[in-house]
């Protein structure tokens, strides 16, 4: 079955929040009937645009409601929407569009209602954790210098009627897992996430495994989970890759284990000391930027604050991330 067949909640315009409709998705997005009003609105700009915008009906695709609001949710609808907007993202939208449609996270994509911006939905595996789920989509665009607006983080946000010609289906999109959880607020926790991901960085780029042998490996595991929580999950899968007998579900099971443990007094110090083993150093002589341009790159991208890769089990490239995921836009 489609993951798209679902009920979603429908509301006659964006002022309307008390009077939902219940509507299947599949056929709501299928629906042609505002498309002369739609294209007709895409003539107008300005104050004009806006006020006809707000007549248009709209759904709340991550769900139906009693009320248009997060404690009116009845049911997750199992999907999360992104929202790309030009404004935000100065590039060829049709370019744009072929590239994240090839994701195959993405279960639908579209132009949205002004026609100028894109807006799709991704299916996840956690609904109940929504607004993790949408901090590591954002992460996985961010991280491909795609920027989406934060909006659909909350469960209620509103979707208006849009109209594509050529709208892009995967009714079999793979489910999206990863989350990012708020970060604990901490002294030296922001200047140990740098350090991390500096030295796991340079591991990447030199294939090095530093996992060999269980024991090391166990207490590669305890020191991320103690010092980042969940969060520390793809720093594992980002170390633990390299070693030959590496299986994704293994190393889950594994840091599952030691996220569930109390840590044996291990500390990310026992992380430092072991790349310092292998040759892997801190830099000493500039500090490490999370905003930076990349050697051989023509533009500045984000690097993950938590390290983030919306994919378990596949080829990192040489920042840590999966080369699938990167939309390039050069």
């Excluded at 190393?251 to 291990?266: H, P, T, V």
Aim: glycine share 6%.
């Amino acid at each position: 079955m489609s993951c798209l067949n679902v009920d979603v909640s429908k509301f006659e315009n964006v002022q309307d929040s008390s009077n939902p409709v219940h509507v299947n998705l599949i056929e709501w997005i299928c629906d042609e009937s505002n498309q002369s009003v739609i294209r007709e609105l895409r003539t107008l700009s300005g104050d004009d645009y806006k006020s006809s915008k707000k007549q248009l009906p709209g759904i709340t695709p991550s769900g139906a409601f009693n009320k248009r609001s997060e404690s009116g949710l009845i049911k997750h609808s199992g999907l999360i929407q992104f929202d790309v907007d030009s404004k935000d993202n100065p590039v060829n939208m049709d370019e744009l569009k072929y590239k994240i449609q090839h994701n195959p996270f993405v279960a639908y994509l579209s132009y949205s209602t002004s026609g100028n911006g894109l807006w799709g939905l991704i299916p996840v595996k956690h609904p109940e954790r929504h607004k993790s789920h949408f901090r590591a989509i954002q992460q996985a665009f961010r991280n491909a210098g795609v920027s989406i607006d934060p909006a659909p983080s909350n469960v209620a946000s509103f979707r208006f009627r849009s109209y594509d010609p050529d709208p892009y289906f995967n009714h079999n999109a793979d489910v999206f897992h990863y989350l990012i959880d708020k970060i604990p607020a901490s002294s030296n926790g922001r200047d140990n996430r740098t350090k991390v991901e500096q030295l796991i960085s340079k591991i990447q780029a030199n294939r090095i495994d530093i996992t060999e042998g269980y024991e090391k490996w166990l207490k590669i595991g305890f020191a991320l989970a103690e010092e980042f929580g969940e969060s520390g999950r793809i720093y594992f899968h980002q170390l633990s890759q390299w070693h030959s007998e590496y299986d994704t579900a293994e190393c889950d099971e594994q840091f599952d284990n030691c996220l569930n443990s109390n840590g044996q007094g291990i500390t990310i110090a026992s992380f430092f000391g072991i790349c310092k083993d292998f040759g892997v150093t801190l830099d000493t002589n500039h500090a490490y930027q999370k905003d930076r341009v990349l050697q051989g790159d023509t533009k500045s991208k984000v690097s993950a604050p938590y390290g983030m890769n919306p994919y378990t089990g596949e080829i990192f490239d040489e920042r840590g991330y999966p080369a699938d995921w990167d939309f390039h836009l050069n």
